[in-house]
């Protein structure tokens, strides 16, 4: 529980439950908790004095020892198709990325949980940076309260400006959230958690569970207490339809194989707030793009409900790897499609400023000398696989 004799606290990162307990600590009620709550996330204010209906001692008290405080912003990009990219100071020559893809029916906000990655998949430029460190949940929640705020401020100009009245209460222009930025979000299960509940409080951003996804490369003990603690939709980065094959692409495979992967997807199917699972599956150009592969996720798709995403590769330089050929790509689905298994292809969003899917990098001072240990993984995988 927070303590007012600590350092300031960062009201981000804190939940119902402790943010009720703080301000406890000072005599206040239940509803005074709810209604900072709605100044910090619903109104996106991070000046106490603004915060108008709370009365001017509860005010000083907060200010004293409390804050709200963001990630600094290091860049900002604007993507040719309206994507926009933020590059967030995390500290200690760490910063992580955030991207919102807007839509003609959803925003959609990809937000980072892990300061670089322990995963190192070879397709995925994040995992070039090496790892450092997990993010705090003000850290991550950070990242939405920041988007949120920035976003709904240019949408009330824009309207403004073109002479219509601005709205009373911002129109909500994030619908939806994915944790598939910088990072594997279950091996920060703990803080991840906690944001994924203030994403879900009605105090705070209000999204319903079905537009939460969790993106996982298959930590199995940790989906199977996110189906208990907190089941929001989730996505798996499959990406292979084999063991072998998946060994060299999603290394975590060698310690939770594919059998045991999909019965924790079968489990995790009981608590869902959606009917399938959503297999994430990146086009490798001679890697994992055949026939061969895509008659192996057919048996697949007969043991899990789900629906596959194809992704099309965004190459980067040291992967070693290429983009299936589009015809490629347009065969693999409709041998899927054929066989009755509900299959998309992702539409590639954000390129030319690198904010699409495998290109966030960010900046990390990698701790775990992952190019000493693993140099030029991405040729390794293609010249095995041909082999």
Request: proline content about 5%; some cysteine; charged content about 25%.
């Amino acid at each position: 529980m927070p303590s007012v004799l600590d350092e300031p606290v960062n009201l981000l990162g804190l939940g119902a439950a402790e943010l009720t307990d703080l301000v406890g600590q000072w005599g206040g009620k239940p509803f005074r908790a709810k209604q900072l709550q709605r100044w910090v996330h619903q109104r996106g204010v991070d000046s106490f004095d603004d915060m108008t209906d709370l009365a001017r001692e509860f005010r000083q008290q907060l200010a004293q020892h409390c804050t709200v405080h963001a990630p600094g912003v290091a860049t900002e990009q604007r993507s040719s198709d309206g994507t926009r990219k933020w590059l967030f100071d995390v500290g200690r020559n760490n910063a992580v990325e955030a991207v919102f893809i807007p839509e003609d029916d959803r925003g959609t906000l990809c937000i980072s949980s892990q300061a670089g990655c322990t995963v190192a998949c070879p397709f995925c430029s994040t995992g070039y940076q090496g790892f450092n460190r997990n993010l705090t949940t003000a850290e991550i929640i950070g990242q939405l309260w920041y988007a949120k705020r920035v976003l709904e401020a240019d949408l009330q100009s824009a309207r403004l400006g073109s002479g219509g009245a601005a709205p009373a209460e911002p129109t909500r222009v994030i619908s939806n959230v994915v944790m598939m930025g910088m990072g594997e979000p279950l091996l920060n299960y703990d803080r991840v958690l906690e944001a994924l509940r203030l994403m879900l409080d009605d105090n705070a951003y209000g999204l319903s569970r079905r537009r939460v996804t969790v993106s996982t490369s298959g930590v199995v003990p940790m989906m199977d207490r996110l189906g208990r603690d907190c089941p929001v939709a989730l996505a798996v980065s499959l990406h292979a339809p084999n063991d072998a094959l998946r060994d060299k692409l999603v290394p975590l495979n060698r310690k939770h194989p594919l059998a045991e992967l999909l019965a924790a997807c079968n489990r995790y199917l009981e608590h869902a707030p959606r009917d399938f699972i959503t297999f994430e599956y990146i086009m490798l150009d001679g890697v994992n793009d055949a026939d061969e592969h895509a008659r192996e996720l057919i048996a697949i798709a007969k043991q899990v409900r789900c629906k596959f995403n194809l992704i099309p590769f965004n190459p980067f330089p040291q992967s070693g790897l290429k983009r299936s050929p589009t015809a490629r790509v347009r065969l693999f689905a409709q041998r899927l499609m054929d066989a009755g298994v509900v299959t998309t292809v992702r539409k590639t969003r954000g390129d030319d400023i690198a904010a699409a899917c495998g290109q966030l990098a960010g900046d990390v001072k990698d701790r775990t000398r992952i190019h000493e240990r693993l140099p030029n993984r991405g040729t390794i995988v293609i010249n095995q696989e041909r082999e």
